[in-house]
């Protein structure tokens, strides 16, 4: 279970690693996640993995089921459909750097303007010179010169800044829809830019929107864990007993899975 950078809330005192959580728009509750791994044809369940209530732990756990299940069973997904949530740059990064599993998952994207000036989008990407093009023309980097300075590279967090020059900008006609507040334009280019931009190439196309529908299907299964299943509260405590319930819970939905799978026989068949 992910541990959390912060300092919650609430604690249960009956069991302090259940999460607090206000998700689903209810009432607050300590709670703990399951997360699955299906296979979207046959809507079997791969893998199953407890979590706190956390969206960063949810994100890990896709990870985790991911190396398990090509560990245990030699299975690996060509393509993986999952929601915003797994989106970010790093997961991105390492699904199609490190996995080479096609991500139809939308990408975490907070460089789009929505008052009418210039997104990053509207910059074209020189990878051979480590350079955006700006819609003049111009180009925008993150050195001019050689500089001894860290604090010009890349953030903490991986993220480049590439700045236009003053006086080009100055000068610009595009500037007030561009940059009116600055002397100049910059853009900053998150890691795993590459992946990203993969990820926003796969969601154009139809393949994408078959996933979508497919990826339904996980949905029907959590639901179908509550209202069939009337899994709506843990009887056991702690993290072993929420990953202990969840597995079993998954095993059933499984094995409820399997006897409709089973082959038809051949009278059936005939019938058919
Ligand atoms: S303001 Fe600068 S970055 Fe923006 S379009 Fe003009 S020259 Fe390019």
Known sequence: MAALPVQPKFVATSDPAAQWTSAEERRPYFAYATNYLIDTKS??????????????????????????????????????????????????GWLVEKRGIIPFIPVIDESERTDGTFSRSDF????????????????????????????????????????????????????????PKADARYVTREPHEEAREFARECRKTKAYKVSRDKRKKVEMLFAHLKRIFGLTRLRLRGPNGAKDEF??????????????????????????
């Open 247 to 272: 597995l079993l819970a998954a095993i059933a939905q499984n094995v409820r899975k399997f006897a409709k799978l089973r082959p038809r026989s051949i009278k059936q068949e005939a019938a058919a």
């Open 43 to 92: 809507s079997v369940i791969m893998d199953v993995e407890a979590t706190r209530s956390i969206l960063q732990a949810e994100v890990g756990a896709a990870r985790t089921m991911l190396d398990r299940t090509e560990k245990r069973f030699g299975i690996k997904p060509d393509w993986l459909a999952a929601d915003t949530v797994y989106g970010n740059a790093e997961n991105l």
């Open 124 to 179: 074209e990407w020189d990878e051979k010179n480590d350079q955006y093009i700006c819609p003049e023309g111009h180009a925008l980097k993150q050195f001019r010169r050689n500089y001894s300075d860290p604090a010009r590279g890349p953030d903490n967090c991986g993220r480049k800044k590439y700045r236009g020059l003053k006086a080009t900008c100055l000068a610009c006609p595009s500037k007030e829809i561009c940059c």
